[in-house]
Structure formats: structure tokens, C-alpha cells
């Protein structure tokens, strides 16, 4: 059922709900979010639908450079054309047969996940966590680590993490979406990997005994 904001004469028919959260995996895709060009739209629309009018208003307030409503539908279909935002319904103005399309973000957060457990299988990966064993060695008297155990412990933590993460934001209540979706990127990006680990800590005793099953 289609969600009615009636302000006057105005009267919003939304029929779209943003996920809670969406998992970027796509570089390109994160890397057109963090652009100074579609951020200050992704930006904006954190505080609801928007019309285009609307969007390109705000927009010019916030960005580095002013752009006319022609690119702003530009960008706009760009970011549809990877999933960040899409039709969220229409604006009705009493006395008009004309209808606007509002626009919403796909997810109340979007999650940059630049430590996903793929990362792990690569070269850098392999590179950081012998990083990780000489910093660890000294903690476990008279055993040393083995690599491809902490890899392995670290891709399921990459997972399990997300997961967890999900099941928090699934159940949260309206003053915790409201909050969050007012960060900034790197202020999400925090949030996200110690609401994550923090909740694996709290739910999996066997975490801790895991990852010290690493050290032989």
C-alpha cells in the first residue's frame, strides 16, 4: 500500500521503502558514491523522496559546483543504472493533471564493503595478515600463528560480520535509522564494523577460542 504526505496542496503517494541496508561490493559502484559529483544527491536524499526540482536545489547548496536540472537527470539515471536510487512514487499538486516523480535512495546506508572476504584470498590480503601474525605473535607464549588459518578465520569473520550486521538493522527501531543515516561515509563505515563485531563478540563465545586455534 502506497504510503500519502499531504503538505497543503501537495500530497506525496510513496510506494517504495528503502532496504536498511545495502552492501556495496562493486568498486566502481563505491567509487561513483564517494564522487563529488552523485554524492551530494545520495546525500540529500537522506532526508526522504525528493522531486527533481527538489534534488537539484539542494544539490546546488552543497556541491562544489552548481548543476542545471538536465545534469541532475543525468545523474540521476546513472545512479538508478547501478541500484542506488530509484522511483519511489509520485507528487500529486491539487488542481493539476500533472504527476512529479519522487526519487529515494535504495538504502537507508550503504555499505562500502572494502574488507570483504575476498579480499582475504588476494595478495594484499595475504600481505596484511602476516602484518597481523607479527603483531599477535607476542601475545601467545611459545606458539606462533599459522597464516592460512587466521586467513581462513578472517574471511568467516568478513561474513559473519555483515550477517550479524543485518539481523541488528533488521530489528532496529525508527530513532537508530533515523541517526545513522545522517552519517557521514566514514562515520558509517565505523558504525558498521564495530556494530558487526561487536555483535559477533556479544552472540559467538567461540569467537575468541577461533581465533586462538590460530597459533600453533
Known sequence: MAQTEKVDNIKDLIDYK???MKVIRDEEVAKMIMDDLYFPIL???RNGPMTVKEIEEEYNKIAKTPKS???IYRYLKNLQDVDL?????????MGKTATETLFSRTAYAFYLRNDQAEFWKTEEGRKLAEALVEALNPLVE???MNINKLLDFLENLSINRIDQLKEILENANDSLLEGISGYDWQRFTLFYNLGGLFAL??????LVSDLKDCFE
Open 18 to 20: 528503502p532496504e536498511l
Open 142 to 144: 611459545g606458539k606462533s
Open 69 to 71: 536540472d538536465k545534469t
Open 201 to 206: 563478540l556479544l552472540s559467538d563465545e567461540n
Open 43 to 45: 546525500k540529500v536524499l
Open 85 to 93: 536510487i530509484r522511483p519511489a512514487g509520485q507528487r500529486v499538486i
